[in-house]
């Protein structure tokens, strides 16, 4: 530096950094809004056109929130013509083996379970993580798919019908009771709309 | 009571930040050549992050969330970080110069340490109360000084053990870290 | 040095990761795969070049006591930016590198070649240090990534060699990321003590 730094230039060039720093992460911000919104959007809506029948209405706005033992569970109505279609719930389990397990549980109109898809989990690569594939597979899948609103479904270690993963038991349970939770959920969700429209 | 207990056994044990989510590794292989400056950086990351986390935390709950401004989450975080260490180290010069002769280059590392950055922004993303991210945070730093303690005495043994050249150093120390991480894995999986 | 040797030295002579042993965290945090590797290198390339960029073309008008503060500022903008991009037009890769983006801010090699390189050399120059420099950080993450990923699941880049049933997990997890960083930074000072 050909001159000494005095104080005021250092606060002038740190504040300058600063404000430079701030208008063009600004830019940015306003620049991405739309499409990060978009983003979690899209993935949700995917989701439904694959694995429910035709909807006409968009189930992300009519969404509806639902409780269950301190969690919120969100439902996502799929109607054609005003008549219930089918919903999808967002399920979660916190009794994962890594942490919190998210499902996305389908159901058709009378509370049978359609379809399923994991959208989040910290479970162990090449065990836990790879209950998706697991439970789509047969035998596992018409154990689930199918099965009444019950919601009382269990790993075979317990009793029940659905062969857990080998070494992934506390997966495969906590992954049981996410959908166990949905169909509760959403089978309250039913009998609220019958007593409400009837 | 029982949530604090549980949260403190997480963070040192089951989710120990070094060995099972890889944040402050670089002061972990750097500092841990003695008993002294590992118990030293321990001490310090430990005061450092407990007071970012509160700072930052205070920071997002009362300016940057409310004007929607989570965005600036990196850099607000991290100039606070910053800061803080500029002014451990000029407190600590007047107060105990000893003790800031003995750390002395590795107080300015604490700011490029990924662990304080790591938990402040851990505790904004699972939106935790103000008392249980602060616990949280001086229960990761413990956990962060119990890996450095492990590994600093582990590295004393190997100065004195006969290892392959290409191995020396950094390698052989990588690999006991990783027996270390294996010894961790059994902790994982606990909940109360 | 001539520009081609500026990112050759990035590549070898100074790689960050194998021979200044800088930026650990991602390091270990990010390869479990191939692909989360290579794209974790890439972006920390991205912020490395811009921020070399940056602050070469300012490194006059800093006053050199603030110039820390000033270089975080710097890097910690591009980190933003690049959060933000990656949020809105590549939310898969987000979600995989998690809270590893964020970190970039931290990461030693950024703050490192700012102050060793891009603060003492013209703005074409540290463009290409920063290139070479990230160069290295990513082929060593996409090496590292991609060994890992073929000894613990059996696949490459996704695409399988071998049944994952013969393939040992640890390798995938915590502490294989840390024994197969030590075996090849082993392996290298042995090459390197050869040459």
């Known amino acids: 530096m050909s001159r000494p730094d005095s104080v005021w230039r250092m606060i002038a060039v740190l504040g300058s950094a600063a404000l430079i720093s701030g208008v063009l992460l600004g830019y940015f911000h306003d620049l991405t809004a739309t499409p990060i919104a978009q983003a979690s959007a899209r993935r949700l809506s995917e989701s439904l056109r694959e694995m429910m029948p035709s909807f006409s209405n968009d189930p992300l706005t009519d969404a509806v929130g639902a409780c269950v033992d301190g969690d919120s569970l969100r439902i996502y109505p799929c109607m054609d013509d005003g008549s219930l279609v089918g919903a999808a719930v967002e399920s979660i389990s916190h009794n994962g083996f890594g942490g919190d397990i998210r499902v996305l549980v389908c159901f058709t109109p009378d509370g049978a379970v359609a379809g399923f898809r994991v959208i989040e989990h910290s479970e162990t690569p090449g065990l836990g993580a790879k209950m998706e594939d697991w439970f789509s597979g047969e035998p596992r899948r018409s154990a689930i798919v199918g099965s009444g609103g019950g919601g009382n479904l269990k790993v075979s270690a317990d009793g029940g019908s659905v062969d857990a993963i080998t070494g992934a038991t506390i997966t495969s349970r906590a992954f049981v009771e996410a959908v166990n939770r949905a169909c509760s959920v959403f089978n309250r969700y039913r009998n609220e709309q019958a007593e409400y429209y009837s | 009571m029982l949530t604090y207990i549980s949260i403190v056994v997480t963070a040192i044990f089951v989710n120990n930040i070094v060995f099972a989510q890889f944040l402050g590794i670089c002061p972990f292989i750097g500092v841990s050549r003695n008993m002294s400056s590992a118990v030293g950086m321990g001490l310090a990351v430990t005061f450092v992050m407990a007071l970012s986390t ?17 965005y600036m989450q990196t850099i607000a975080f991290i100039l606070v970080i910053a800061a803080l260490v500029q002014m451990l180290e000029i407190v600590l010069r007047k107060i105990h110069p000893v003790l800031y002769a003995s750390l002395g280059v590795y107080l300015p590392l604490i700011t490029t340490n990924c662990a304080v950055l790591g938990v402040a922004l851990i505790t904004v993303q699972h939106s935790m109360p103000f008392l249980q991210s602060l616990v949280h945070a001086v229960a990761t730093a413990l956990g962060f000084m119990m890996a450095l303690v492990l590994f600093a005495g582990i590295r004393r043994q190997l100065d004195l053990v006969d290892v392959p050249g290409p191995m020396r150093g950094v390698p052989i120390a990588l690999i006991c870290a990783g027996l270390l991480a294996m010894a961790f894995m059994g902790f994982a999986g606990m909940k109360f | 040095m001539s520009k081609l040797n500026i990112i050759l030295n990035g590549l070898i002579n100074e790689n960050p990761t194998f021979v200044l042993l800088l930026g650990m965290c991602p390091t270990l945090g990010t390869t479990a795969s191939a692909m989360t590797g290579m794209s974790m290198g890439l972006a920390t390339m991205c912020v490395l070049i811009c921020s070399n960029c940056a602050v070469s073309s300012i490194k006059s008008i800093v006053p050199a006591k603030v110039r820390i503060p000033v270089y975080i500022v710097v890097i910690a903008t591009f980190v933003t930016i690049l959060q933000l991009v990656l949020k809105a037009y590549m939310p898969a890769l987000d979600a995989a590198l998690g809270i590893f983006i964020p970190l970039i801010v931290v990461n030693c090699i950024l703050l490192g070649r700012a102050e060793a390189f891009a603060s003492r050399n013209n703005v074409v120059d540290s463009i290409l240090d920063g290139l070479g420099i990230g160069l290295g950080f990513s082929m060593a993450l996409t090496m590292l990534g991609g060994l890992r990923e073929l000894l613990g699941a059996g696949t490459v880049f996704g ?29 290298l000072n042995r090459i390197r003590k050869r040459c």
């Open chain 2, 54 to 70: 509160s700072v930052t935390w205070i920071l997002q709950t009362c300016i940057l969330h409310p004007f929607g401004l989570d």
């Open chain 3, 159 to 187: 695409m399988m060699v071998y049944p994952d049933s013969f393939a040992p997990l640890v390798f995938v997890l915590a502490p294989g990321a840390f024994i197969v960083l030590g075996m090849m930074i082993a392996l």
